[in-house]
């Protein structure tokens, strides 16, 4: 079936570092690829998106690439900020308008001052 | 737009009570499902609908049922409740053609 690899966290990082979260996944076909994220207490959020191969999403300074390939849709920031600190969840839909997502287990970011 | 809602926001059981979680969308979205979020599992589907009175097993649906009379409104029913049952749960929804999935703000369920 379909699943999705996220690294394990949590992620620690210094304000203004450059963040990598990465993100593998196992499907059939051409999936929809996202980002959401989740801050303390709150539900989730969607971040970004990528519904092709090649397909760069893009929201908020995150970017993520869909790669085919490598079956890779990798989370990077350039100058992470201290409000990023949250829980990020990659995720596909095995095709586009499928009904409901398959999740990454998670990765928590934490980001001091 | 209220969006997803979910009540209650917290909730504490005893093991073998019953209890039912509730969603609501005001956004006439089509699909509606159900996850629990457990720590190092992500989020896990129990159950969703494709639409009024269409309702289908995700991953995990034992000990819990579903029904959907309304677009608007899909409740989580535990039968029986057990400690293993002590998570998060989530409401989503997500209109038809449409890529976006919109969460509640989740129910935080204590089994005791």
């Known amino acids: 079936g379909d699943s999705v690899t996220q690294m394990e966290g949590p992620v620690t990082l210094s304000e203004e570092a450059f963040l990598t979260i990465n993100c593998t996944y196992t499907?059939?076909?051409?999936?929809?690829l996202f980002w959401y994220v989740q801050y303390p207490g709150e539900g989730l959020q969607l971040l970004l998106k990528a519904t092709k191969a090649d397909d760069k999403g893009s929201n908020k300074g995150f970017e993520a690439t869909y790669r085919k390939e490598t079956t890779s849709f990798h989370l990077e920031k350039g100058s992470v900020q201290v409000s990023d600190s949250a829980v990020y969840f990659c995720a596909l839909s095995p095709f586009s308008g499928y009904s409901t997502l398959t999740f990454g287990k998670g990765t928590m970011l934490l980001v001091s001052p | 737009n209220a969006g997803v809602t979910q009540t209650p926001k917290f909730q504490v059981l005893k093991t073998g009570q019953s209890m039912t979680l509730q969603c609501a969308q005001d956004m006439n979205h089509e699909y509606m499902s159900w996850y629990r979020q457990d720590p190092g599992m992500g989020l896990r589907l129990i159950h969703y609908s494709v639409g009024a009175g269409i309702t289908d097993q995700g991953e995990v649906p034992n000990g819990y049922n579903v029904s959907r009379s309304t677009t608007e409104d899909f409740p989580l029913r535990l039968l029986s409740a057990a400690p293993s049952q002590t998570s998060v749960y989530f409401c989503a929804s997500r209109k038809s053609g449409e890529e976006t999935q919109y969460f509640g703000p989740g129910t935080r369920l204590l089994v005791l």
């Open positions: 499907a059939t076909g051409y999936p929809s």
